[in-house]
Each structure stands twice: as structure tokens, then as C-alpha cells.
């Protein structure tokens, strides 16, 4: 048997402060028509993917950045995507940030069905960055001033054929991340970020931003025997340079298919689902080689 999902990583260059989300999502249906227009029937977009990166900025009190959040999904800005997507039959998964109805604030992904139907909600779990203003930065990342951490933890759902997982940026630094889809069985990760190439509290690790973040994708794939998919807002947004390089990763730890831009543009890759399972049932056949009663720290000691 063969299974397969032409699936599209829909990279998007920088989204101004000033942008409306109107101009954002009209820049995001273009690149849902590309994908489509090249056989993908699910596009995956970025973290935060409505606005710029506002995480950015110190604002106070935290309600004058209402406008950056979403209260329903899909509302009134997203409509024209789902419409869209519904339209040609194409499903994708999208970040944004939510805001509740009982005013919980989430650094959010959804995965929607080839029918505009909502299947699936996954709240960022690793929030990285600070809880207060940080003057000596040259710029803020006040993810854990913006958002709680997401309190569900990471979902495996029965979609596109496949058993598809989310997880959001700083996530994928994470072995854990991958490892609790793995025990569910995941196949393919979706996953947006945005990541500055600066990193100010330790700037040496600048030169390598590029490089750890494939290595971390890769290595969750492989040990995992699972597809990924990378997606940025990249480019130099708001005066910050942030890592592009979109990119789909096999099972087999391989690159098959990554950005060339820094801007808008659209990644496809062909990919077989079986070919986890070839990994899945040999060296990471995890019912037979691993050793859970070795692994408690894992879940006891933070760090
Ligand atoms: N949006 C992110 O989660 N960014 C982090 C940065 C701050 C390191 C990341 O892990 O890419």
C-alpha cells in the first residue's frame, strides 16, 4: 500500500507592525493558489503568522495589543483563507495568537481539513524568552509576558491520511516534543517559527542559527521516523533578521525540499507516509529496544 501527501511549507518574508491582516492573509491566499497549483492538498504556514512578530515590543497594560490576537477562528480576518482553501480543496495549518473567551492568551496552531473545517488546536507548550521588559536587548522576546503556556500538551490526530502532530518554533529545540508524538504514533510534525538570527544572550551562537535549526528538525525526524515540516517568517522584519530556510524533512533525517528565499514562497515536497514506518519497525522500533524505567528523570527533574 501507498500512501501519499503532496504537502506545501507556505514560508511568508516579513509581515510589517503596520500591516493590516487583511494584506497578510491576501499575501497567504497567493501562496495556498501556488501550492495548490503544484498538487499540494495541505500548506503549512508560520508561527504568529497574521502579524508581525510582536513579542518584539514591551506594550503595557497587555490589552493595547488586542489587535494582535485572534478571538475566533476562523473570524472575520481569516475568512478569505478558509474560504479560499475550501474552495480548491486544499487544507493547511496556521499560527496565530489566541485570545479566549475568558481572556486565556495562547501562542496557537490550527490544522484545518480540506473542507475549512477545523480539526485540530495545539497551544505552544516551550515558551521561550522573558516575562518583563529587558532594556539591554536590542530587541524584546517577551513570549512569556504575551502568551501562558499551552496546558494540553501535544496532540496526534487521524487527518490528511496520515497521524499528524503540531508543535510551534522553540518546541522543535526539544527532543521531548518529538518523542511524545513518536509514542502516538506521529507521522508528520507541522511546525511554524520565527527566529531572530540574533540571540542576545549568547550572540556566538548567531553564526549557527541556520544550522541548529535544521540539525533539531532532522534529528526529531530521524529519531522519530516521522515527516517535518519547517516554516518561517524569515527576512528582516521590523529591523530583525529571522531564519528562513522552510523545509520539508524525510523520516530519514534528509532535506528534501527547503527555501531559497527569505520571502514569500512556496516549498513542495511529495511525501510517502509509509516510509516512517521503516524506521518505526527496525532501529527505532520502540516497543522492542526502548527502556522507559531507564528515562523517569526525564518527567521528574525540570533541570
Ligand atoms: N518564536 C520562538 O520560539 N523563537 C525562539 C527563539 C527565541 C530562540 C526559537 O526557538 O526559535
Known sequence: MTRTLVL?????????RDEPKASVVERMVGLLRRAHRRGATLVAFPELALTTFFPRWWVEPLSAADHFYETEMPGPATEPLFAEAARLGVGFSLGYAELTPDGHRYNTQVLVGRDGQVVARYRKVHLPGHETEEPWRPFQHLERYYFEPGPDGFGVWDAF????????????RWPESYRVMGLAGVELILCGYNTPVHYPPDPSQDALAGFHNQLV?????????????????????EGVDSVAQSCVIAPSGQVVAQAVSAGDEVVVAECDLEWGARYKATLFDFARYRRPEMYAAITEVRG
Open 8 to 16: 506545501a511549507a507556505a514560508q511568508l518574508g516579513p509581515v510589517a
Open 161 to 172: 491520511g496520515a497521524r499528524v502532530g503540531m508543535m510551534i518554533c522553540n518546541d522543535r
Open 217 to 237: 528538525m532532522q534529528a526529531g525526524a530521524y529519531q522519530n521516523g516521522t515527516w517535518v515540516v519547517g516554516v518561517a517568517k524569515g527576512g528582516v522584519e
